[in-house]
């Protein structure tokens, strides 16, 4: 069971996804607030029952399951709805995490929660023992992002402009992972950071005096 949880945010296509690769590759457990997320509404769930009860059935598709798309649309320029929306999904994603980083094997796990700043920050995940924050500069951070998603530049600087800031990220880490260079150097990081958790993971040693 794993004692020690690091929680990875960055960022979208700072890297995070990248240095979770690393983390596993290195036999460490991760979890993943997005898919936490989407088996949250999943059928049958009460996640979806309450979503239900909140905006009415207009949310569903024919086969029953959340239409991802219309429920973008009702929370898109209605906050409140975007909030109620939250309220539902992100304490389930929270619980969701922290029994996966628990009940992971090896010294410590890793949960990537992309939305860790913007979903109020340490208080909300006071589980987590550490985070770390992959953090690069906007210029590189919109070109990936464009690369990877056949997206507009246009596009890809508003999505930017709808997340937290880098300062109200690096307000909340304890390690900051710079993704600026080649991703072997992203990989080498990684590496000295994992050597750090399972230090930081041990039990506290007891110096008796016999
Ligand atoms: P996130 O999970 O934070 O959205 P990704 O890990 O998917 O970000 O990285 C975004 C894109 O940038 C991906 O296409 C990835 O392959 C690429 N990428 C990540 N790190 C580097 C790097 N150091 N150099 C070049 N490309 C990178």
Redesign the pocket.
Known sequence: MARFCVGLT????????????AFAALGITTADADIAARQAVAPGSPGLAALVQAFGTGILDVAGELDRRRMRERVFSDPGAKRQLESVVHPIVRRDLAAQCAAAPGPYAVA?I?LLTEGGGREAYAWLDRVLV?D?DAD??IE??V??DGISLELAGRMLAAQATQRQRLAIADDVLV????????ARHVGELDRRYRQLAEPPRVFAPY
């Open positions: 960055g960022g979208i296509a700072s890297g995070k996804t990248t240095a979770s690769r990537v992309p992959v690069v590189r951070q990936r992002l690369q990877r993704n600026a260079g080649a991703p072997d150097a992203l």
